[in-house]
């Protein structure tokens, strides 16, 4: 079993940064490829960026290119995602997921394990 805790969420203002982590515990953290999806409020689940098992491939959605960076520790068992210049728009709940494997993929699907979830709110 896999266990995943995401924390760093908050409320910020339009144009501020904040850094969410995602800690793994239960099985090897460099066995697995992790992701960064979000959810607004009446919205669909989405994806924000995604990063393999050693950190050297990532990738991102268009509306956070330039913006967010994914990376991971795998000594510390925890990925981050370092969110600058943020706009109203980010405002979401932020999961991380996991997928045993080397390869990250962009798909919600691919991605076995879930966190709870962490809130983040930017006022304009």
């Known amino acids: 079993q896999v266990q995943l805790v995401e924390s760093g969420g908050g409320l910020v203002q339009a144009g501020d940064s904040l850094r969410l982590s995602c800690a793994a515990s239960?099985?090897?953290?460099?066995?697995?490829?992790m992701c960064w999806f979000r959810q607004a409020p009446g919205k669909e689940r989405e994806f924000v960026a995604a990063i393999n098992w050693s950190g050297d491939t990532t990738y991102y959605a268009d509306s956070v290119k330039g913006r967010f960076t994914i990376s991971r520790d795998n000594a510390k068992n925890t990925m981050y995602l370092q969110m600058n210049s943020l706009d109203a728009e980010d405002t979401a709940v932020y999961y991380c997921g996991a997928v045993i494997g080397f390869i990250a993929t962009m798909r919600e699907q691919s991605y076995s394990y879930w966190g709870q979830g962490t809130q983040v709110t930017v006022s304009s």
């Open positions: 239960g099985r090897t953290f460099s066995s697995f490829a």
